[in-house]
């Protein structure tokens, strides 16, 4: 029988009772491309699939969302290119 594949160490910390595959206190800080700030809340992007589109087999119209976070600061959308560099 397969033998249950332990790739978690003993060590990871255990937030909100789900196990993280990577120690966060080795994450490195990541600020706002923007101003620099640290601090981001979430928001939610919303999508429409089409209904009409291919691979929809639904053939319903479907709200998807996305995670994305915004800088407490100035507003600006981690990982988005900033604005001032507009190609
Ligand atoms: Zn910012």
Do not use: W
Not at 4 to 31: C, E, H
Not at 75 to 81: F, T
């Amino acid at each position: 029988m397969p033998e249950p594949k332990r790739t978690i160490p003993m060590m990871v910390p255990n937030i909100g009772g789900q196990k993280l595959p990577f120690d966060i206190s080795q994450a490195t800080p990541k600020n706002c491309d923007a101003c620099g700030c640290q601090h981001f809340m979430v928001a939610v992007r919303l999508g429409l699939i089409s209904g009409m589109a291919s691979g929809n087999i639904t053939g319903r119209d479907q709200l998807v969302k996305f995670e994305v976070y915004l800088c407490i600061k100035c507003g600006h959308e981690y990982g988005q290119p900033v604005p001032v560099k507009r190609e």
